[in-house]
């Protein structure tokens, strides 16, 4: 995360060792809402939903005692909620973790609800990119989403003090991992950084979404395009070594170790925790969690970014990191 100072680099890097030993997680999401305003191909909410939802304290509440170093409010659509800024405020601590992002599919994005929610205390926003054109309307089932990001995302871009305030995020499906270099193109054409993910067939139980048989022939080719446009300086997040990470998982059909409910999970709209989005298990404690899921936890179907990114070792975290870690060592240069 290339906006991080040196003071937040030490913080997150002190939290996170903490949160290891002491069994807490590294990121939490908040699904602060499973209603959407998209319906879209790979995921299980879409459109209205009935649900209970806590209030913003509740929530402030759940993310205290769980202290996360990097917390996202996600849903569903959490701009659908009106109070997000509140939810925001909340959970925050300005200046402080957790990190928080934001996770959006942009129908409800503007500048303002941007820097209303900036003000609020978040750090970043993320929002989800499928296709580097129209194509992404068709998968979210949002007529014109891709036009109205072309413009706002970019006058976005334009008028933040940080660009990597706001940032693209794409899983990787074979639906569209052929094209996963021309979104890296769009990104840099739009003034912001990108992130990676990997599609799991376990919100949908569809595997035509993942990259097997024919397609894996060349999917190497594909991470290597976006690989090769990162060392030309442009704009992605994702490490080559995740990158290949993804395309081990691909080509292996899985990859074990997983960590949910320790180094990551899911707090639902009504306060329950969850293990992770794919898995329908509901605790009202994390202690119970660790106890009732995670010691006996054998899944290996899905490796997201934020699998990827909370179970590295010290040295992969390092590695991945060097920038921040610069930034700890030389804080002169800040």
Not at 56 to 73: M, N, Q
Not at 164 to 192: E, F, H, P, Q, S
Not at 206 to 234: H, K
């Amino acid at each position: 995360m290339p906006n991080i100072s040196g003071a937040m680099a030490a913080r997150m890097l002190a939290r996170g060792i903490r949160n290891r030993i002491q069994n807490k997680p590294l990121s939490v999401s908040f699904e602060i809402t499973h209603a959407c305003t998209a319906n879209c191909w790979h995921c299980n909410w879409g459109g209205p939903i009935k649900e209970e939802r806590l209030g913003a304290e509740e929530y402030a509440a759940i993310c205290r005692e769980l202290r996360p170093v990097v917390s996202h409010a996600s849903g569903g659509e959490p701009l659908a909620r009106g109070d997000v800024y509140d939810i925001v405020d909340a959970m925050t601590n300005k200046g402080g973790l957790p990190w928080m992002i934001v996770v959006t599919n942009s129908s409800n994005l503007t500048p303002e609800r941007f820097f209303r929610l900036k003000d609020s205390g978040m750090h970043q926003l993320s929002t989800s990119l499928d296709f580097p054109d129209e194509r992404h309307d068709e998968f979210r089932r949002i007529p014109g989403l891709f036009d109205r990001m072309a413009k706002v995302v970019p006058e976005i871009a334009r008028r933040s003090a940080d660009k990597d305030d706001l940032l693209l995020n794409v899983c990787i499906t074979a639906w569209n991992y052929r094209d996963i270099g021309d979104m890296v193109r769009v990104a840099k054409d739009w003034g912001v950084p990108i992130n990676f993910s990997v599609y799991t067939h376990l919100r949908v139980q569809d595997r035509t979404g993942l990259i097997e048989g024919d397609g894996l022939d060349g999917l190497a080719e594909n991470i290597q395009e976006v690989i090769d446009l990162r060392n030309a300086g442009y704009p992605v997040y994702t490490t080559p070594r995740v990158l290949w990470k993804f395309h081990r998982f691909l080509t292996e059909g899985g990859i074990p170790g997983c960590q949910a409910g320790r180094r990551f999970l899911v707090i639902n709209p009504d306060g329950r925790l969850t293990p992770c989005a794919m898995v329908m298990a509901y605790f009202d404690r994390q202690e119970d969690m660790l106890e009732k899921f995670t010691k006996q936890n054998t899944c290996e179907q899905c490796y997201i970014s934020t699998r990827a990114n909370t179970e590295k070792s010290f040295k992969e975290f390092v590695q991945d990191n060097s920038d921040a870690f610069l930034k700890i060592l030389t804080p002169w240069r800040n």
